[in-house]
């Protein structure tokens, strides 16, 4: 059954990122806002999943945020940390990682905010749950996560070899495309603090996001609702 991404993956985002540059995206700017009103200003401990050569990753450091940046590709990581040391951006690690590969080298509870954006839709449900549940681990309780992947309203929905629901190969290249009701399935142990679908025009691609929370201890995400709801009847 396939499980892990097809072996020619790494190679075909290493080729992908030698001569590009990513750019920095407004979902990483509202991520941020979202963990910093409930974390604080500052600094917060960020690892993202899927950096590209960087641009949200160095954003954040810049700001003075500790920034651990992955990505399967080890030309996207040359990139950025090429471009971390060239602002002296000493708050940024960029690491080669499979993150497919499970458990992540994290402590528990080390991260206030996990990020991907387009770096977790490449995987089968039964990995891609795992993969959710490892992050939720690494994540500090109250701490965000916050994830944008390719949507079935994206043009290249359907396209190439079918490999198993809503997962296709094209040209080599593996994308698992989500709705909005999956996406809120897999982050059933979070408080969703938003879920919505968008688009780009520039880059004529269509997405299902969103930005979660991860309970307190002790808390499941209903219960957490629930106390908030309590709080707020009490201050009233």
């Not at 963990?35 to 641009?55: N, Y």
């Not at 945020?65 to 950025?80: E, P, Y």
């Not at 944008?148 to 190439?160: E, H, I, N, V």
């Not at 979070?190 to 002790?218: C, K, N």
Request: glycine share 8%; net charge neutral.
């Amino acid at each position: 059954m396939w499980g892990r991404m097809i072996p020619d993956q790494h190679a075909i985002w290493d080729q992908g990122w030698r001569g590009q540059r990513s750019a920095p995206t407004a979902f990483a700017r509202r991520a941020l806002a979202q963990a910093v009103a409930l974390r604080g200003d500052g600094p917060l401990a960020i690892v993202e999943f899927g950096c590209g050569t960087g641009e949200d990753a160095l954003r954040c450091a810049r700001r003075g945020h500790r920034v651990t940046a992955l990505d399967f590709s080890s030309s996207a990581i040359a990139q950025t940390w090429a471009a971390a040391r060239a602002a002296g951006l000493t708050t940024l690690v960029a690491r080669q990682l499979d993150y497919s590969r499970l458990p992540l080298p994290f402590a528990d509870a080390t991260f206030d905010l996990a990020y991907s954006h387009l770096g977790l839709h490449y995987f089968a449900d039964d990995l891609t749950t795992a993969i959710v549940a490892e992050i939720r681990r690494i994540v500090r309780p109250g701490g965000v996560f916050a994830m944008r992947c390719k949507s079935t309203a994206d043009p290249l929905y359907g396209q190439g070899e079918r490999l198993a629901e809503r997962i296709y190969s094209r040209n080599g290249h593996v994308r698992h495309f989500y709705t909005k009701d999956y996406l809120a399935e897999k982050l059933a142990a979070f408080d969703i603090l938003t879920l919505r679908r968008s688009s780009s025009a520039r880059h004529q691609s269509a997405y299902v996001e969103a930005i979660a929370r991860r309970p307190e201890d002790g808390l499941t995400a209903e219960s957490a609702e629930d106390a908030e709801e309590d709080a707020e009847d009490h201050v009233q």
